[in-house]
């Protein structure tokens, strides 16, 4: 068993409010006495709802956490000798599952995992603290694997938990062991306090700003940052009663991911449809206008909505620390970003976000928001300027991106509306992407994406990096094909219900196991490419006449409608869905070409021509034998099927 001894620290409880409290289930006999040592951790309440569990026990307790279906996040707090095993019978077969658990240890202990349950780096929970991980399930194997996010360890530097921050009525000469000595300004709380110290800050409904005050280069006020400090994280959103920041009040950010994968269940990767992010009912708010001097223009829907900025501080948050500290709760803002500067500037992965929003914001040649990882926060009315290739935002998960311009991001389980452009260095994981936008001079990464109203517009087009794999272009436009350059490969993508300007993809390319249906275009696809385990089908000219595929493309065990394609194994598939025997029996496919208000599903049925028809050789690697676009395992009868999904049987 992966083993984790804690030794003797200050005790650290994490309290659990009414709303948050998991059902405490008996093995055995649930109306009898608490003597069992087994407690199984379910969420018996709607989905959305508070997901804590204090475990307090006699005996040393077997903690099993009953996974369900629409359950995302699994909290527990620990005061004893545990042992953790994890029940997923719930869980549909079938299913990658995963989920996350936040771990809050308080006092000497072990904790003990089950055999099959295996931490990468060998990174299991070793010191008092808070700790949060992914775990991914593996079918074939019967074996979990624990993926460390981040963590925040607690140390014995001081004997006071917290300090306090109020704007409005502090003292920074008071101690701020208590809201009635709470300090002034943040960054005299930050000052203050030893690593392991958390600041809570008060938080305002009435757009009350707390402004930096240090100067990062002394006698240049616009250098003035707030300068974090190694194991001192912030707290924000308190309103002046909180003994920790669990009991600050929250609201929730619900959003919706749209994905290959499906919105339903715990199954890799989107862990669940509905995602919540829950930001605090009022604001702490760190800002850069330094003069209390921006004009807010309320006519602007896309980008920073405030102007006169010249005097604004450049960079808002600085954070160089060299082990986890959190900012939690707070919403930064407002730096005039010029210069290769941005909002948050961190040098190291150390500094990480949570429920924090970023808001009304100008970059220029420079990431906004730097650093580790932001988890469930919210990007809005930003704007950036680059010609270096940066990315806005990086390391965000399970995140919300709207009312934005400039460049996408490096995110994870996330959904972008608004001006989205697609450009250089971008890698896309489990997101959801509406709005209009464009790829520009592209060298992405794609996987399990789901574009919808999108458009893919530029003089250099687009070019997919290999491993781009598990993604749908739905009722998107592209005024320019997808350029894929030699050595560089797609993997399980499915383009439907689209209109193109000419051709969706050329070059010389290599594209397994695609789809191209129903889509308005010349030509599918133009140029010298390879297309392997691939279906045509449905696909229109402007005039309403089949659009063909290129001779001088290269097909094998590909199937196209109406057309003998050059190459082995070639298909030539009938117009209609259903009916014949070389029909693909999509399960619903769109009744016109193009763009489309109805549902569809291009998954094939147990007819399909295309079923069993591929080749196993064509795929590269171990990985694209797992699962096909909708995230079901690929290769479930005796070859392979052609185009993007697998007939499951």
Not at 271 to 295: F, H, K
Not at 454 to 477: A, D, K, Q, V
Not at 555 to 569: H, I, K, P, R, S
Not at 611 to 627: I, M, P, R, T, V
């Amino acid at each position: 068993m992966a083993n984790s001894k804690i030794s003797q620290l200050p005790k650290v409880v994490l309290p659990i409010r009414d709303t948050d409290v998991m059902s405490i289930v008996q093995a055995g006999d649930a109306a009898g006495p608490m003597s069992t040592n087994k407690i199984l951790v379910s969420n018996l309440l709607a989905a959305g709802s508070g997901r804590g569990v204090s475990v307090a026990w006699k005996n040393e307790p077997e903690i099993i956490i009953v996974l369900e279906p629409t359950i995302l996040q699994y909290n527990l707090s620990i005061t004893q000798n545990s042992v953790i095993t994890i029940n997923r019978e719930l869980i549909p077969t079938g299913k990658n599952i995963a989920f996350t658990a936040y771990f809050n240890v308080n006092d000497f202990f072990s904790i003990q995992f089950a055999d099959n349950v295996h931490f990468q780096d060998d990174k299991v929970m070793s010191d008092i603290g808070e700790y949060y991980y992914s775990f991914f399930y593996d079918e074939r194997s019967d074996e979990w694997f624990a993926k460390l996010d981040y963590s925040i360890i607690h140390h014995a530097a001081s004997d006071a938990r917290y300090l306090h921050v109020n704007g409005k009525e502090g003292n920074d000469a008071a101690s701020g062991l208590s809201w009635a000595t709470a300090k002034k300004t943040i960054q005299a709380a930050i000052d203050t306090a030893n690593e392991g110290v958390g600041v809570m800050i008060m938080g305002y409904n009435d757009g009350f700003e707390y402004l930096p005050t240090t100067e990062r280069i002394p006698g240049l006020p616009t250098s003035k940052s707030f300068i974090m400090k190694t194991g001192v994280s912030l707290y924000g959103g308190c309103a002046g009663t909180e003994l920790t920041p669990n009991d600050i009040r929250t609201r929730e950010e619900r959003f919706t991911l749209r994905l290959p994968h499906g919105a339903t269940n715990l199954i890799v990767p989107p862990p669940a449809p509905n995602q919540v992010i829950r930001i605090p009912i009022l604001e702490t708010i760190l800002s850069g206008d330094l003069n209390q001097e921006n004009v807010f223009n309320q006519t602007v829907i896309d980008g920073n909505r405030y102007t006169n900025l010249s005097n604004n501080a450049t960079i808002v948050v600085l954070g160089y620390v060299t082990s986890n500290t959190r900012i939690r709760g707070c919403v930064i803002t407002r730096s005039n970003g010029v210069n290769n500067a941005g909002m948050l500037v961190s040098g190291t992965t150390f500094l990480n976000f949570e429920s924090c929003i970023f808001r009304d914001d100008t970059s220029q040649n420079a990431p906004q928001t730097s650093g580790g990882v932001k988890l469930r926060c919210v990007f809005e009315y930003l704007d950036i300027v680059d010609s270096t290739n940066n990315p806005t935002i990086i390391n965000a998960d399970y995140c919300l991106r709207r009312n934005s311009t400039g460049r996408a991001s490096n995110m994870r389980n996330s959904r972008l509306t608004g001006l989205v452009d697609i450009q250089d260095g971008t890698r896309l994981t489990n997101c959801y992407i509406s709005g209009q936008g464009s790829f520009s001079n592209s060298a992405v990464t794609l996987s399990n994406c789901f574009f919808e109203n999108h458009t893919i517009t530029s003089s250099n087009s687009f070019f997919p990096h290999s491993g781009s794999m598990e993604t749908i272009f739905l009722n998107c436009n592209f005024n320019v094909p997808i350029t894929m350059v030699t050595s560089r490969t797609w993997l399980n993508i499915l383009i439907a219900n689209c209109t193109a300007a000419s051709s969706f993809i050329e070059g010389p390319v290599t594209a397994i196991n695609i789809s191209i249906v129903n889509c308005i275009c010349l030509s599918p696809v133009a140029g010298h490419g390879s297309y392997r385990n691939s279906v045509f089908w449905g696909n229109r000219n402007n005039t309403g006449t089949i659009a063909t595929l290129p001779e001088t493309a290269r097909y094998a065990n590909c199937a196209a409608e109406e057309q003998n394609l050059n190459g082995t194994a070639n298909i030539n598939l009938s117009s209609k869905n259903t009916g014949y025997a070389n029909s693909p029996y999509f399960v619903k496919p769109s009744p016109n070409s193009g763009i489309t208000v109805v549902s569809v599903d291009y998954s094939i049925l147990h007819d399909s021509v295309l079923k069993d028809k591929g080749n196993s050789e064509y795929l590269l690697d171990a990985a694209s034998h797992f699962q096909d676009v909708g995230g079901r395992p690929r290769v479930v009868g005796d070859e392979v099927d052609i185009g993007a999904y697998e007939y499951q049987g």
